[in-house]
C-alpha cells in the first residue's frame, strides 16, 4: 500500500520569511496529492491540492510542487503570518472513488512575530 | 462546496458503554466514507472504509466487532464504539469523496472522544 513520508516534523520561522515542507510516497499509482492544514482540536482543512498531470500550483501565498519521477511533493508559503501556524499534513492517494487519503505524519509550523 | 458534517463535536463515557459518531454528507452523495483516528500530536491513521449497503473494510489491527460501522444510505455513515475503554479515548473524524467533484475528499469536524 502507499506510504507517505513527511518532513519535517516541526518547522519554526520568522514571520514573513518562507515555510517548505517536503513529502515523498511510495505508490506510483497515486495521483492526487492535497495539503491540509489542521488546528488543535478541528478537522483538517484543505489547502491546496495537486493532481498528477500537473507539476505545480499556486494559490496566492501558498504553491506546491510536485515531481512524479522522484515522487516528492512540497509545500511551500511564502510571507508567513502568525495565523500560518498550525499542523500540516501532506496526503496521496489514487484515482478510484473508494481509494483512502494516506496521510504524513504532520508538520508543526510555528510562525514567530 | 461539499459538505460533511459531523456529530457530536465531544462526547464524554463511562467505561463500558457505547458511543455511536455520525457523518452525514449535506450536499453530495457518499458512496464510500473513511473513518479515521487521531491519538494527540499524531497523523490521521485509517481505521475503516465505509461503501453503502455493503459492509464496512477494516484496517489491519482495527477490531471491527468494537467499531461498528453503518452506511445505510448515501448520506449517512455512523460509527459506533462499543465497550469503550480509556484506550479508546481519541480524535474520530470522517471523510467522503464527492464523486460529482473529480478528487474531492471532505472531512467532518471531528468527534473528541474521552472514556473515563
Known amino acids: 500500500g502507499e506510504n507517505v513520508e513527511q518532513h519535517p516534523s516541526t518547522l519554526s520561522v520568522q514571520e514573513g520569511d518562507s515555510a517548505v515542507i517536503k513529502c515523498t510516497y511510495s505508490d506510483s499509482a497515486s495521483n492526487y496529492f492535497p495539503w491540509y492544514k489542521q488546528e488543535l482540536g478541528k478537522g483538517p482543512q484543505l489547502i491546496i491540492d495537486i493532481r498528477s498531470n500537473v507539476g505545480e500550483k499556486k494559490d496566492q501565498r501558498i504553491a506546491v510542487t510536485l515531481n512524479k519521477t522522484a515522487k516528492h511533493f512540497s509545500l511551500h508559503i511564502t510571507e508567513t503570518q502568525p495565523e500560518d501556524s498550525a499542523v500540516y499534513f501532506c496526503a496521496a492517494a489514487g484515482n478510484s472513488g473508494n481509494t483512502p487519503l494516506v496521510f504524513g505524519k504532520g508538520t508543526r509550523l510555528s510562525v514567530i512575530a | 462546496g461539499a459538505v460533511v458534517s459531523q456529530h457530536p463535536s465531544r462526547v464524554i463515557c463511562k467505561s463500558g458503554t457505547s458511543v455511536k459518531i455520525e457523518c452525514r454528507s449535506l450536499d453530495f452523495q457518499a458512496t464510500t466514507m473513511f473513518w479515521y483516528r487521531q491519538f494527540p500530536k499524531q497523523s490521521l491513521m485509517l481505521m475503516a472504509t465505509?461503501?453503502?449497503?455493503?459492509?464496512?473494510?477494516?484496517e489491519q489491527g482495527v477490531e471491527k466487532d468494537k467499531f461498528l460501522i453503518n452506511h445505510a444510505s448515501l448520506t449517512l455513515s455512523t460509527l459506533t464504539v462499543t465497550s469503550a475503554h480509556p484506550e479508546d479515548s481519541s480524535f474520530y473524524i470522517c471523510?467522503?469523496?464527492?464523486?460529482?467533484?473529480?478528487?474531492?475528499?471532505?472531512f467532518g469536524s471531528g468527534t473528541r472522544l474521552t472514556v473515563v
Open positions: 465505509s461503501n453503502e449497503g455493503s459492509k464496512a473494510t477494516y
Open positions: 471523510s467522503a469523496r464527492d464523486q460529482g467533484k473529480y478528487y474531492g475528499y471532505t
